[in-house]
């Protein structure tokens, strides 16, 4: 690695640090839940029939309103999945498995695009869980961010 690649992953790693952090406790939980549904549906008491109103997990709503909060959001996440040629989940699964530091535009579109479009369709947050993307996000960026040795 040279000095300027060097100098970019200390800015990204110095930027970006805290927020990783913050959201790097729910790391278990995402390995205890992927791959399970994480949301239910309430529809009243047995005599009062309503309209199903979802429920979801309390870890995964802490989760998103963490992650909310952070630099990590990027409105303009849909020009990630354009630049990247993003079509499904198992794109996304495979560019963050390859990932690394200077890709911190992938990290923080897939991580904008499921919280962000989770704030008009709900479901997409339970499907991040559910595929294992939430926990592959996680898992590469605590990694990267904190190893020892600059990636």
Known sequence: MDYQE???STRIRNEYMADVELLSKYMNWFEKKSG????????GEEDQKLIQI????????????D???TKLM???????????????????????????LKDIDLFKGILSSYVMRGQ?????WSD???????????RRMTALFFSTNLD
């Open 54 to 65: 979802p429920v979801y997990d309390s870890n995964l709503l802490a989760f998103i309103k």
């Open 74 to 100: 990027d409105r303009n996440y849909r020009y990630v999945y354009t630049r990247y040629k993003i079509k499904s989940v198992d794109d996304e699964l495979r560019l963050l498995k390859h990932a690394h």
């Open 6 to 8: 060097e100098k970019q």
């Open 67 to 69: 992650a909310k909060k």
């Open 36 to 43: 399970q549904q994480v949301s239910s549906f309430y529809d």
């Open 120 to 124: 008009s369709k709900s479901a997409v």
């Open 128 to 138: 991040g869980v559910k595929s294992g993307v939430f926990l592959e996000l996680m």
